[in-house]
């Protein structure tokens, strides 16, 4: 069931008892679980009818509240956030599985775990809540639905934002509402004029170290090695691990080879970004960069990166040192 769906769920009442919240986007599981305390819940008899837990509760407390009948309405609300009921550590594992496989229809249940990093790394609780209820995934919305809730929000704040520069904010931090909204409140507040514009935004935000790595092969593939440089010196002056970051920006520069391969096949883009196996706002900057960068300017960008990452471990040259000199011996692309 997609987050739309849910949304249809909480009005009729959200009538299945037990709904597993699963996805990256966790700013949409907050906003739906007002939303449904706000439907089921009758103002005045929270205590009685609601209960929220951010960690594992007393089994038996917790199984007396969702056997005990509702005080003035017809269904009570139990919330489960990171409680950890899928840590392979759970104690009173059967307890949980045959409560959660047989809830009464009085109750409905939220849970929300985090997803598990490898697909088959469900636990036999998970399956059992898996079956019991009904699965939600909370993906990150397109960019073509978070322009508008940018400007809304942007609106709520006194300030406009146009289209453009929504679409900005998104490319620069990605499709995580939580984010999105953080930094559209610093900037916000940052803005002189009415209107938000472009300068508001780089003034204010610090763009994720991902971010700055695409900029750098932006940069390379433009010739532009003054602004290559100056992107080196702000990832110095953030204490940026410079290990790490060649890492980072090799394995991205990877990425953008394999779209490449993958549009020289004649592979549409929306496919090809499919086929990456990243984050979605990842997948599609890395073929956009593929569309025009050439197959040897990337080959030749991936063989520095490699021969600077040795130079590095064999102590031959300083970490810093090695990442100017990819962007010194770069063509452009």
Do not use: H
């Not at 997803?115 to 036999?124: H, L, N, Q, V």
């Not at 960019?143 to 400007?151: E, F």
């Not at 993958?262 to 496919?271: H, P």
């Amino acid at each position: 069931m997609t987050y739309e769906e849910f949304v249809k769920e909480i009005k009729a009442g959200l009538p299945s008892s037990l709904y597993l919240l699963t996805g990256p986007e966790d700013f949409l599981k907050e906003k739906c679980i007002e939303q449904a305390k706000s439907r089921l819940v009758t103002p005045g008899f929270e205590d009685f009818n609601f209960q929220s837990f951010n960690q594992v509760p007393d089994f038996s407390a917790c199984a007396d509240f969702v056997n005990g009948m509702p005080m003035m309405s017809e269904r009570k609300l139990l919330v489960l956030r990171k409680c950890g009921f899928f840590d392979a550590k759970l104690k009173g594992k059967a307890d949980w599985e045959g409560l959660f496989s047989n809830l009464p229809e009085t109750v409905c249940v939220l849970l929300w775990e985090p997803d598990p990093e490898k697909k088959k790394a469900s636990t036999g609780l998970r399956k059992v809540c898996e079956q019991a209820g009904t699965v939600v995934d909370f993906q990150y919305q397109t960019a073509s639905k978070l322009a508008p809730w940018i400007a809304k929000a942007a609106s709520a704040g006194g300030k406009l934002i146009d289209r453009g520069c929504a679409e900005y904010l998104i490319a620069s931090l990605g499709r995580s509402m939580s984010v999105l909204k953080t930094e559209l409140e610093k900037v916000t507040a940052y803005a002189a004029g009415e209107q938000i514009t472009r300068a508001d935004i780089d003034a204010v935000i610090i763009l994720p170290t991902e971010d700055r790595a695409f900029k750098l092969i932006d940069s390379i593939m433009d010739g532009r090695r003054d602004l290559s440089y100056m992107y080196l010196g702000e990832l110095r002056q953030n204490r940026t691990e410079p290990v790490q970051f060649l890492s980072l920006f090799a394995g991205q520069l990877l990425t953008i080879y394999r779209a490449k391969l993958l549009l020289g096949e004649g592979i549409q883009r929306s496919a090809a970004a499919k086929r990456l196996g990243v984050a979605p706002f990842v997948a599609d900057k890395c073929v956009a960069k593929a569309a025009r960068a050439s197959e040897e300017g990337l080959e030749g960008l991936i063989s520095l990166c490699r021969d600077a990452d040795r130079d590095i471990k064999q102590g031959k040259i300083e970490p810093w040192t090695a990442l100017e000199l990819i962007v010194a011996r770069a063509k452009v692309m």
